[in-house]
């Protein structure tokens, strides 16, 4: 079934085990999707990406997403509350991948291990 999920374009999309389907979209907002129940559980809430996010992976606890803005942002998936910033990256930030307390971002021409 399609719906409109965004007022931007979707770039990222990650469904955890759990069943919940994170999206990240060039309208600048991350939504926590309840697959079981097939509608919207939260949008990510706090100081959020100033541009395009184009990365994002979930795990049980946390959503981690990427932005052209060049930024990490680390986000509670429960609440969909900001946990975190990271701003080190040197471009902006295409691909990450996380497991456990190990993360890698990409962009550009940088990689950065975090």
């Known amino acids: 079934e399609a719906r409109d999920a965004?007022?931007?374009s979707i770039f990222a999309l990650h469904l955890t085990p759990e069943g919940l389907l994170v999206s990240a979209s060039g309208d600048k907002?991350?939504?926590?999707?309840?697959?079981?129940?097939?509608?919207?559980?939260?949008?990510?809430t706090g100081e959020g990406h100033s541009d395009s996010i184009w990365a994002a992976q979930a795990d049980g606890y946390k959503i981690v997403t990427g932005s052209i803005d060049q930024q990490v942002k680390v986000w509670d998936v429960g609440s969909g509350r900001l946990l975190n910033t990271l701003d080190d990256h040197m471009d902006a930030v295409y691909c990450l991948s996380f497991e456990g307390s190990r993360m890698l971002t990409g962009g550009g021409s940088a990689l950065t291990m975090w």
Request: net charge negative; no cysteine; glycine share 22%.
């Open 6 to 8: 965004h007022a931007g």
């Open 29 to 44: 907002s991350v939504k926590i999707w309840d697959t079981a129940g097939g509608g919207l559980d939260h949008t990510a």
